[in-house]
């Protein structure tokens, strides 16, 4: 006989964690008082796989390694021999106990969901790069929610250990099902390591996401990350990059298009803990129809972090009038040694940038469409890793197509 699910609420009930609530600063902007656990329950086993991914592969080339997930367990898995040779490790956290571990970053669940993923993950993913390796072709985790009323908890935890290289690409998509995905994605980067990360969100419009990227830099190393965040009916997403090393740098981009009745809500931290960091985040967002984005941002400068250059910039377009998108930036700042700055827009597509194209022959609606697009080009075209910009740019100009048309099809 198959095991019965358990219940969301039971599994919630026994965490020793505080409810969210929109009384509380970090979730004033969201949507999380209509969560209704009781609607959720918790698989004991993978669905069966429905995406064709094979376009985001395509466009990867040669991968160094390939894991693919199916409503957080792990249900394959190929290493290249090549990265394998490099010292390249993947596996489940339980098949490699010496490697890497849930908690390398995130020590403590920065909130109710990440305690959830830290309770349910069923076969966690870690990527483990040993000290002045690397690794050929990028580590592709892709994961799939596909079952209805399910509670999805994946994993990802990657240590780029001093002096290595790395690229990790994952990819988060579900078939047509209502579904809670929680995951959580570990970062860890050594001395004078250099790691880049992408994320594509694509879940379908009825599946809400509460998720967490937690990171830390150490000294003299770069993480370059960018997140896609494009489908769910409500997707959360939380980003704690730590600069914890001397000289660390973060960079940070992300596009996000929310459509029909979404909700895209964005919290990012830079944290710097040491001197001379630099932490750089752009952000670009467009909200259509009645949708509603929202992004949260704090720079945090402690003590100890002098000589810290930390920037962070929101800009954001509406595309139809009962759209809404909101934008909060912030700035806490313990040492007086420090450059720093914070700017965030929203607003319509520009009209003299409009006008400017009109006045020149280019019709309205293509006019709009190049504008709308454009805005988008200054983050994918910096994405952190080049070979996965196509696929997010192939699904951001479905979007476009629904929301900016252009009579005969449009020019991508």
Not at 118 to 132: M, R, T
Not at 146 to 167: E, F, H, K
Request: hydrophobic share 45%; charged share 20%.
């Amino acid at each position: 006989m198959p095991e019965t699910p358990r219940t969301l609420k039971s599994v919630v009930d026994a965490l020793d964690v505080a409810a969210p609530s929109t009384t509380d600063e970090e979730w004033r902007y969201s949507r999380i008082g209509d969560l209704d656990l009781a609607r959720w329950t918790v698989p004991a086993a993978a669905g069966e796989a429905a995406a064709d991914l094979s376009d985001v592969l395509a466009g990867l080339g040669r991968t160094a390694a390939l894991v693919e997930v199916v409503d957080g367990f792990v249900v394959g898995m190929s290493v290249d021999t090549d990265a394998v040779a490099a010292g390249l490790r993947v596996g489940t956290a339980a098949d490699l106990p010496d490697a890497v571990q849930p908690g390398a970053v995130m020590a403590e669940p920065t909130d109710q969901f990440a305690a959830l993923n830290s309770s349910l993950a069923g076969s966690p993913v870690v990527v483990d790069v040993p000290a002045n390796a690397d690794v050929p072709g990028p580590v592709v985790v892709l994961s799939q929610t596909v079952t209805d009323g399910a509670t999805v908890a994946p994993r990802l935890v990657v240590r780029a250990g001093a002096n290595s290289s790395v690229t990790v690409v994952e990819v988060q998509v579900s078939s047509d099902v209502a579904a809670l995905v929680v995951p959580v994605t570990e970062v860890l980067v050594g001395p004078a390591a250099r790691v880049r990360y992408s994320v594509l969100q694509d879940l379908g419009p009825r599946v809400w996401q509460v998720g967490t990227l937690s990171t830390s830099v150490g000294q003299e190393a770069t993480l370059d990350a960018g997140v896609a965040a494009l489908g769910g009916e409500y997707a959360r997403l939380r980003t704690d990059c730590h600069l914890a090393g001397k000289g660390a740098t973060g960079n940070l981009s992300s596009i996000y298009f929310g459509e029909g009745s979404q909700m895209v809500d964005l919290r990012t931290f830079q944290t710097h803990e040491a001197p001379h960091s630099t932490s750089n985040l752009l952000f670009k967002g467009a909200v259509a129809d009645t949708a509603h984005s929202v992004y949260t941002g704090l720079i945090r400068i402690g003590h100890e972090a002098a000589g810290t250059n930390a920037f962070q910039t929101n800009r954001n377009l509406k595309l139809s009038e009962h759209a809404w998108a909101e934008s909060v930036p912030n700035l806490e700042i313990e040492h007086n040694d420090v450059r720093c700055s914070h700017a965030s827009t929203v607003g319509p597509v520009d009209e003299d940038q409009q006008f400017y194209l009109e006045s020149r022959g280019v019709p309205t609606p293509v006019a709009e469409r190049l504008i709308v697009a454009g805005f988008f080009d200054e983050v994918l075209d910096a994405w952190p890793v080049p070979d996965a910009a196509a696929a997010v740019r192939d699904r951001l100009a479905v979007r476009l197509d629904r929301q900016v048309p252009v009579a005969g099809g449009a020019d991508r």
